[in-house]
Each structure stands twice: as C-alpha cells, then as structure tokens.
C-alpha cells in the first residue's frame, strides 16, 4: 500500500512540476559543462584524471564489487551474527571508512573545483 501510494504522489509530483530542460540550442556558442548529481560527482572527478574506461567504469566496478565481497571474505568470525564494529573485522571496517573518507574527498573535490 505504501508502495502504491508513493508511485501516485511522485506521478503526480512530476506532472505538477515538469523538469526545465532549458531554452532552444544556440550553435553558435559552445554548450555549457555538463555536470553529474552529487552522488556521481566523485566519478566525474576520476573521469578528468585519465583514461575514461578505466576511471569511469574500472574503479567503480571494482569498489563495489570489494564492498559487496568484504562481508564474506574478511569477517568470518561470527557466522550470521550481526555485531557492529567487532574486533575481529577491524580491516574490514578500516577499508570502508578509508574507501568513504576517498569518495568524500573526490566529491568535495569537485563540487569546490567546478
């Protein structure tokens, strides 16, 4: 029910508050700089330091696929028992909070330098 109910109240969000697009295409000057949404605003940051297949889709790809595998591959201690910061994933929470504290300073990076 409360599924439905937010599918009807953002329906009829968008259709009260259409998206502006902009005004039309002027060819005689440049378009302006495309930015990303916040959230992605760290990968646009990698994308102007090098190859885009690499930085773009490489890292990404690779940082969720280690966040999503670090559970099952570090911290075996408690087999299905939840316990919040346990001693014994101590590496595990290490590389979370340093991965975080890296996408933090990316975005910050490149909200301050656009």
């Not at 599918?7 to 378009?31: C, Y």
């Not at 990698?46 to 885009?52: A, C, E, I, N, V």
């Not at 408690?78 to 996408?103: D, K, P």
Request: aromatic letters at 8%; one cysteine or more; proline letters at 9%.
């Amino acid at each position: 029910m409360a599924a439905l109910l937010a599918t009807i109240a953002l329906v009829v969000l968008s259709l009260a508050l259409p998206p502006s697009l902009g005004g039309p295409i002027d060819l005689g000057k440049p378009p302006p700089e495309a930015t990303a949404p916040w959230f992605f605003i760290w990968v646009q940051r990698l994308l102007r330091l090098g190859d885009p297949l690499l930085l773009g889709l490489g890292v990404p790809t690779a940082l969720l696929g280690l966040l999503l595998a670090l559970p099952y591959v570090l911290d075996r201690s408690h087999a299905g028992t939840a316990v919040w910061f346990n001693r014994e994933g101590r590496l595990a929470q290490g590389f979370v909070l340093s991965t975080l504290a890296l996408l933090c300073g990316l975005t910050l990076w490149g909200i301050l330098s656009s």
